[in-house]
């Protein structure tokens, strides 16, 4: 051996005595590997860890080696990531944690004090699944899936789609699919589970879906908002309905169910699925915090096949409760705005819907589209109007001759004045009720407005002179609540005003001044002006053009009435047999009164 092997030799001996010496782990390690060993000897044998303060290290390692030996083992453990997924109307994050929508921005709408929409808040809307795997109940949201892809953010026609895997091992695990169009108020899921049929208890056949959201408070009308918002669902059989809007409900469905809707006031979000959901229980339920509409819940149950793969398909819609866009969804979103029921609802749906659409396509001011179709739809029921008032001339002619017969025949013999009264209303070709039946006629329309325009979203944030949004109420002038009103609804004011002189009007062309009924006429515009005072500026307006036009149609008319004229014509069909034909109206009348009449002398009897 040569000098420079020897050498070499040496130093390669001291550099590994060295690394020996300064490389030693110190006491405090040695006694800590030891504890570490230790306690890890004690979980195998049952005992538990050692609950030492210096332990810290040993328990998170014996805390994730016991989380890891459950099902879905490595997804209970990780940090939240988020996803953006942002089209043309909306931006959607969804969270790793339970893969589900965290939340839901609706683009160009805004809350009432000007913040962002959120149809969907922050960590208040959970979804997901609930499953039996390897004897353990298994919730889909308190595990951590992995995304697939990044950040997404799509336009026109185009589409994209990131998934999210909840993985048990590399050939079983779960699969959402989140798709999104340019244009669109819908993210698709697809829900995969695959490799799945031998880790699940597949004896139930059933995976149970868990959905629930606390919607929060986006309107100024926090309390109509309350009243008007509620859960929603159509049924297999086509039935669609909705539980209380009013109070707190809860129900358990038989028929199998195609969609469910947690609406708000003026936005929704619709829960879609492919397969119908059967088992359903849907609750609703208020809360003393003024913030919250309310807490919605929905559960129900999917078929598990027991094959390798499964496959679900859904898909989330959040949009406004606007009548045109909720109909484009198709299978029949729309029914969940009230437009009111029966006939109420009908020339909503087909008389003031495409009317209101045809004018709005005129981008003109709300305002004045509303004062277009008050003018539309007076022009329509002028008929009746002036058939309805000139039955109310001719009774207000006919009545010094009524007053006489009265007189005449006296009070104390009521069916005989009845008799009398119908036999001159015969003669003089007047119908008692004519001034009546076309007001009932025109009342439908009246009615339907009441529905129509508190739940109108176009209305939404629409200013028009003083008000500043349409579809809740005008409020200039405010003060501390008295009897829960807090505030003056000036276009009520007109409204209830404009009603008074109309009925003030009426009374003193008719000949009613005098009659107490007179009364009524203007206690119930005062009535209805504690009503309406919370109702829509949009819908004030509506009877106040209504109350205006209603005034000056009966100027107008009054103008061509005159009494001297019907009273000749009243004259006329007196002495014309041909005309005083009884009409259905007497034929009735008369035989009831001939009833009462026999009625009458088998008692005296």
């Not at 679900?312 to 409760?321: L, R």
């Amino acid at each position: 051996m040569d000098r420079n092997t020897l050498i070499g030799l040496v130093l390669i001996f001291g550099i590994l005595a060295g690394s020996f010496y300064l490389m030693k782990p110190s006491e405090q390690e040695l006694k800590q590997e030891q504890r570490l060993q230790d306690s890890l000897k004690r979980v195998k044998e049952g005992l538990g860890p050692l609950a030492d303060s210096a332990n810290t290290v040993v328990q998170k390692t014996v805390d994730s080696a016991a989380v890891l030996s459950k099902p879905f083992g490595t997804a209970r453990l990780g940090n939240e990531q988020v996803v953006t997924l942002e089209n043309e109307l909306f931006i959607a994050k969804i969270s790793s944690k339970g893969g589900q929508v965290r939340s839901v921005q609706l683009k160009n709408e805004t809350n009432f004090d000007g913040r962002p929409l959120m149809i969907l808040d922050d960590n208040q809307h959970r979804f997901g699944f609930t499953f039996k795997a390897n004897g353990e109940n298994i919730s889909t949201t308190e595990l951590n899936f992995v995304p697939q892809g990044g950040n997404v953010s799509v336009t026109g026609e185009t589409a994209q789609s990131v998934t999210f895997r909840l993985k048990y091992s590399d050939q079983q695990y779960i699969d959402y699919t989140y798709s999104i169009k340019g244009k669109d108020y819908k993210l698709g899921l697809d829900v995969k589970a695959v490799g799945l049929q031998k880790l699940l208890d597949v004896k139930t056949s059933s995976i149970a879906l868990n959905w629930d959201a606390t919607l929060l408070q986006k309107e100024l009308n926090g309390k109509s908002e309350r009243e008007k918002s509620t859960v929603f669902f159509k049924e297999a059989n086509g039935n669609v309905d909705h539980l209380s809007e009013t109070s707190d409900d809860e129900e358990k469905l038989e028929e199998k169910v195609n969609w469910i809707a947690f609406k708000q006031h003026f936005f929704s979000t619709v829960l879609t699925s492919n397969q119908p959901l059967s088992n359903t229980n849907l609750s609703v339920k208020s809360d003393s915090d003024a913030s919250i509409v309310k807490h919605y819940q929905a559960s129900a149950d999917l078929v598990f096949s027991g094959q390798k793969d499964n496959h679900y398909g859904f898909s989330f819609f959040f949009g406004p409760n606007q009548y045109k866009v909720l109909k484009a969804q198709g299978d029949d979103f729309q029914k969940i705005i009230n437009m009111g029921w029966g006939p109420m609802g009908w020339i909503n749906k087909f008389i003031t819907v495409p009317i209101f659409d045809f004018l709005d396509g005129f981008n003109m001011s709300y305002g004045i589209i509303i004062l277009i179709l008050t003018i539309f739809l007076k022009g329509i029921l002028f008929p009746l109007t002036y058939k309805s008032y000139q039955s109310m001339a001719k009774m207000r002619v006919l009545k010094p001759q009524l007053d006489e017969l009265k007189e005449k025949v006296g009070e104390d013999n009521p069916m005989l004045l009845q008799q009398e009264q119908m036999k001159l209303y015969k003669q003089a070709g007047v119908n008692p009720l004519g001034g009546c039946l076309p007001l009932l006629l025109q009342m439908p329309f009246t009615l339907a407005f009441f529905f129509f325009f508190p739940n109108l979203f176009e209305l939404r944030g629409e200013s028009f002179l003083w008000i500043k949004d349409l579809s809740t109420y005008d409020a200039p002038i405010t003060f501390p609540a008295i009897f829960g009103i807090n505030h003056i609804s000036l276009m009520c004011v007109l409204m209830t005003l404009t009603t008074l002189l109309t009925t003030w009007y009426n009374n003193a062309t008719s000949g009613a001044a005098n009659n107490q009924m007179k009364y009524i006429g203007y206690i119930m515009p005062l009535f209805f002006f504690f009503v309406l005072n919370n109702f829509p500026a949009g819908l004030n307006y509506y009877y106040f053009l209504a109350a205006v036009f209603t005034f000056l149609t009966q100027v107008i008319i009054r103008q061509f009435l005159d009494d001297d004229k019907i009273l000749a014509k009243i004259e006329a069909n007196k002495k014309n047999p041909k005309v005083a034909k009884k009409s259905s109206f007497q034929q009735k009348m008369e035989e009831m009164m001939r009833q009462q009449q026999a009625a009458q002398q088998q008692k005296n009897k």
